[in-house]
């Protein structure tokens, strides 16, 4: 019990990112959008991409399009859904359409915390988010360390479910995601806030400053994001049922989704210099951090040295609970019989001594 006593101390002071970042550490604003003025949002902070987002073969399509977003003099930005006139030439006898705002190409930030104030929209056979694509969300190539699609909030005009995902390794056959959702009683009357910390260690979500959830993904993205709000809707099977956005056919249209502000803000993270997921200060790599069964660890070597390294792993006694000598280069080490807790990767190569923590989870 000591032992694992003194785990928790030391992580909680030595990284204290990891367990909520609200009573040590102070956002700064850098980014925001009040929504003040009417027709279209700010085109300096707002990209609105218009095309056929949700294609049925066999039914009505869901379309995002520009003249569903847009400024009601309230200060508010509305995203509507209404049912609109066939678009194109298939046989439908009418399609769908939604608006979508994000801040590609005019604004990304790495780490922060990114919040919005709404009110649900009311009628079904729609849904709602508030969203980050983070880095290169279609990689394959180191789960989520280098893309993340980040689903902060996903709300429903029908239910008071609140969905929050993450999903990685692009969105072709080796997609995945981890998620979580709860019945809020109470969340369609008027506005909350949803917000997500993004730490270089953690992902941790927030209803009304509540923490709901915390997940590090398929390993924490490293890389600049940007952020979308956006309605969504689909007439196909798996979006029309009681798990997800309900019917449209038996809803009335139009419905909205209206949002007081999104805010965007930078944190200092004590230590971060230590603990990220892919950490580069001229000589080594290591990702994931937390860390779950194999961590990948790379160095920059010369090419006139030795290319070898050895790697110790020492919990926080000191005490060496595994090694792996004579290491090549650009290597996994296998970690799925360590347990967890907080350990220190020490790495040794050429009389160079780097020392860093990791989280075994």
């Known amino acids: 019990m000591k032992t694992i006593f003194f785990i ?35 085109a300096a902070k707002w990209d609105r991409p218009e095309y056929n987002r949700r294609n049925n073969a066999n039914g009505p399509d869901g379309w995002w399009s520009k003249d569903d977003s847009y400024l009601d003099g309230n200060g508010n930005l509305i995203i509507r859904v209404r049912k609109i006139e066939n678009k194109n030439d298939d046989a439908d006898p009418y399609d769908y359409s939604t608006g979508v705002v994000r801040t590609r190409g005019k604004f990304e930030q790495l780490y ?20 980050m694509m983070q880095g290169n969300v279609g990689s394959e190539a180191n789960l989520g360390v280098d893309g993340s699609e980040v689903d902060i909030m996903e709300g429903f005009g029908w239910t008071d479910k609140i969905n929050h995902a993450i999903h990685y390794d692009g969105y072709g056959a080796a997609h995945k995601s981890v998620g979580k959702n709860e019945m809020t009683a109470g969340i369609h009357d008027g506005f909350h806030t949803y917000s997500m910390e993004w730490t270089p260690e953690i992902y941790v979500f927030y209803i009304d400053d509540e923490e709901v959830w915390r997940s590090t ?24 049922n009681e798990w997800w956005s309900n019917n449209p056919e038996t809803a009335t249209y139009p419905d909205s989704f209206v949002v007081d502000y999104v805010r965007v803000y930078q944190m200092e993270y004590p230590d971060t210099t230590t603990s990220s997921n892919l950490f580069r200060k001229n000589f080594l790599q290591f990702y994931p951090n937390p860390v779950n069964e194999r961590l990948h660890v790379t160095w920059e070597a010369n090419s006139n040295e030795n290319p070898q390294a050895n790697i110790y792993l020492r919990n926080t006694l000191g005490i060496v609970k595994k090694e792996f000598l004579a290491v090549e280069n ?21 009389g160079k001594i780097l020392n860093y923590r990791i989280l075994k989870i």
Not at 13 to 38: A, K, M, R
Not at 222 to 227: D, E, H, I, S, T
Request: proline share 6%.
């Open 217 to 240: 993904g398929g390993g924490v993205c490293n890389q600049p994001g940007y952020v979308k709000v956006t309605g969504e809707i689909s007439t196909e099977d798996w979006a029309i």
């Open 112 to 131: 922060g915390k990114y919040e919005i104030r709404c009110q649900l929209p009311k009628q079904p056979g729609w849904w709602v988010a508030f969203w």
């Open 330 to 350: 650009h290597t996994n080490i296998d970690l799925s019989d360590l347990r967890k807790g907080v350990y220190v990767l020490s790495l040794q190569q050429n």
């Open 8 to 42: 928790i101390c030391f992580f909680f002071i030595f990284n204290p990112v990891l367990f909520g970042q609200n009573s040590t550490v102070e956002p700064v604003l850098t980014w925001s959008d009040e929504f003040d003025g009417t027709g279209a949002p700010d």
